[in-house]
């Protein structure tokens, strides 16, 4: 996939991960989604479930990172992220929809385009988040 067909942010998460993949969207595209439904602000913690390349996404978009403590990765391997807006006391996990994945082309530059198009309620299942 191309750097210069990506949103300008997006590509910042590519230059920082170091190329384009499916965990990159899929981390991109949860981190928009859960700042549509639980807002934005400096104080979002996130769980993630799994190491993963999704995971970048949200060290340059939300500034969370290990380091600040604003993320804590488990090893579940689960696909999922828990995204928590301490100054609203509003949370969100989101999973990545299973028949989503069924139903991507077998191009991979396809699939990836059709990732960062897809509406978000598609791509995800979201449920509150429990802490």
């Known amino acids: 996939m191309e750097l210069k067909s990506l949103p300008q942010d997006m590509q910042a998460v590519a230059d920082h991960h170091g190329h384009v993949c499916f965990g990159v969207l899929l981390g991109y595209k949860a981190c ?54 301490r100054d609203d006391d509003e949370g969100v996990t989101l999973t990545i929809n299973p028949v989503m994945q069924s139903q991507l082309p077998k191009d991979r530059e396809q699939a990836m385009h059709s990732i960062l198009e897809m509406p978000n309620h598609l791509l995800f299942k979201v449920e509150p988040y429990a802490g």
């Open 32 to 85: 928009k989604y859960a700042v549509d439904i639980i807002g934005e602000s400096e104080n979002i913690t996130v769980v993630a479930e799994s190491q993963g390349c999704g995971n970048d996404a949200i060290r340059v978009l939300l500034n969370c990172n290990e380091d600040n403590g604003k993320l804590t990765v488990k090893n579940t391997r689960k696909p999922s992220w828990s995204f928590y807006n």
